[in-house]
């Protein structure tokens, strides 16, 4: 069991039942927090501030602010480290290490601002890890430095990074909408919206395409995504389009294809 904090939860099943928490009774408590601690010769002495915080970016740099004291009874020599871990203890990320090679005496700490180990870059996956201390007294091996004052190791979470607006921002409302420029040859005439995202959740983004007067327009348009790729590009997001011709009343929604073609009349404006 790692340090830190847990719960005791006491259940019962009765024959043939599920599984039943047992109830409170007057003075005696079910569910009780109890705390477990790992002393070592070299102890954590202050709390581990981690910079941004407890929720870190993939490809964003982390830094570590902390302080050891040596409750040993000769002076330490070696290495200071920081590391992500796996919830199952596997090594994913070494954060930093720091050489102590002049020595802390028995019975001393760090002055503030204490030591600071820092990585340029967050390179595992997102997920949720366990940020942890260790040190390497005479390069005799890693150990987990004591959490008798101290949380270690302490939980965070890595997130991936945020998308940027794709080229066509600001372009979310129908005032805004992107114009996408249309030459024909002979009858024919493409166009796409190449690097397109949705860079953030609510993000939903306008585009249209002005067509001259005097013609009759079929317009066939799709929308390539995770769903359905018809251009041989892989997608990361599963994406929806209407349509409207006057910028008010909107069309059904489609993933990837609608039945039949928009037909346009005497030219005009399609969103």
């Known amino acids: 069991m790692l340090p830190g904090t847990y719960y005791v939860d006491i259940f019962y099943r009765p024959a043939g039942m599920n599984w039943v928490e047992v109830a409170n009774s007057g003075s005696y408590i079910n569910l009780i927090q109890i705390s477990v601690i790992y002393s070592n010769n070299i102890e954590l002495y202050s709390p581990m501030v981690v910079t941004p915080g407890t929720t870190l970016t993939k490809g964003h740099p982390v830094s570590v602010n902390l302080n050891f004291a040596n409750t040993g009874t000769s002076t330490f020599i070696?290495?200071?480290?920081?590391?992500?871990?796996?919830?199952?203890?596997?090594?994913?990320?070494?954060?930093?290490?720091?050489?102590?090679?002049?020595?802390?005496p028995s019975g001393y700490a760090y002055s503030y601002p204490f030591l600071t180990i820092t990585s340029?870059?967050?390179?595992?996956?997102?997920?949720?890890?366990?940020?942890?201390?260790?040190?390497?007294?005479?390069?005799?091996?890693?150990?987990?430095?004591?959490s008798s004052n101290f949380q270690n190791p302490i939980k965070v979470?890595?997130?991936?990074?945020?998308?940027?607006?794709?080229?066509?921002?600001?372009?979310?409302?129908?005032?805004?909408?992107?114009?996408?420029?249309?030459?024909?040859?002979?009858?024919?005439?493409?166009?796409?919206?190449?690097?397109?995202?949705?860079?953030?959740?609510?993000?939903n983004d306008y585009y249209k395409i002005v067509l001259s007067s005097g013609f009759k327009y079929t317009i066939n348009p799709r929308i390539h995504d995770s769903y359905g790729s018809g251009?041989?590009?892989?997608?990361?997001?599963d994406g929806l389009f209407s349509y409207s011709t006057d910028g008010n009343t909107w069309s059904n929604a489609y993933d990837?294809?609608?039945?039949?073609?928009?037909?346009?009349?005497?030219?005009?404006?399609?969103?």
Not at 231 to 237: A, E, K, P, Q, R
Request: hydrophobic fraction near 30%; charge should be negative; proline fraction near 5%.
């Open 78 to 104: 070696g290495q200071y480290g920081v590391g992500l871990y796996s919830i199952d203890g596997n090594l994913a990320q070494t954060i930093g290490i720091i050489n102590e090679n002049n020595g802390l």
């Open 120 to 146: 340029s870059s967050v390179t595992v996956d997102p997920g949720t890890y366990l940020l942890a201390a260790q040190h390497n007294p005479g390069n005799t091996g890693w150990q987990l430095t004591g």
């Open 157 to 203: 979470t890595v997130v991936a990074p945020a998308l940027n607006p794709d080229i066509y921002e600001s372009n979310n409302s129908v005032g805004q909408s992107f114009n996408l420029p249309v030459t024909f040859t002979g009858n024919n005439a493409s166009n796409s919206t190449s690097g397109s995202n949705c860079h953030v959740t609510s993000d």
């Open 231 to 237: 251009n041989g590009i892989v997608y990361t997001l």
């Open 256 to 271: 990837d294809v609608m039945p039949g073609d928009i037909l346009l009349k005497g030219g005009g404006t399609v969103y």
